[in-house]
């Protein structure tokens, strides 16, 4: 009989523990904040224990703007600094477009399982783009899990 101990040898999957949290607070001195266009959770906060957090990009400029399904998720750690939270999915890398006064719902994965969330603030950083214009710029909401 064969021995359990050994799932695969294979040196493309290593297992050492918990990785330590990647820092965001680059992205957070990118953001930029625009009357015109707005990112808002549908809750103030969400359960620690929920899958989903929804939130509305809403656009009432006068422009399109475009983007992608990817999006971070920030927690706050008890050194005051922004690290992002694991997401462990792929991304799907498909445009989207919403024209003035448009709007669109971004159901964000929260993987309570996998990140043993806790109570506290988060942030939603979702990056757009306006169709005339080549920089891209980055929009954050914040929202609490309790």
């Known amino acids: 009989m064969a021995s359990k101990r050994h799932i695969s040898n294979s040196p493309y999957i290593l297992f050492d523990g918990p990785s330590k949290p990647t820092p965001i607070s680059r992205l957070v001195d990118s953001v930029v904040e625009l009357q015109a266009v707005t990112l808002q959770p549908e809750s103030s906060s969400f359960s620690v224990n929920s899958g989903v957090a929804a939130f509305t990009l809403t656009n009432d400029s006068?422009?399109?703007i475009e983007f992608g399904v990817r999006y971070l998720i920030g927690?706050?750690?008890?050194?005051?600094?922004?690290?992002?939270?694991?997401?462990?999915?792929?991304?799907?890398?498909?445009?989207?477009?919403?024209?003035?006064?448009?709007?669109?719902?971004?159901?964000?994965?929260?993987?309570?399982?996998?990140?043993?969330?806790?109570?506290?603030?988060?942030?939603?950083?979702?990056?757009?783009?306006?169709?005339?214009?080549?920089a891209p710029v980055w929009l954050m909401t914040e929202f609490r899990l309790e």
């Not at 008890?78 to 890398?93: A, F, N, V």
């Open 62 to 64: 006068e422009r399109n």
């Open 75 to 134: 927690f706050k750690g008890s050194d005051g600094i922004w690290y992002r939270l694991p997401h462990p999915g792929i991304w799907e890398d498909m445009g989207i477009v919403i024209k003035p006064t448009g709007k669109y719902t971004i159901k964000a994965a929260l993987n309570p399982k996998l990140n043993r969330n806790k109570p506290g603030t988060y942030r939603l950083y979702k990056q757009i783009q306006f169709t005339d214009e080549e």
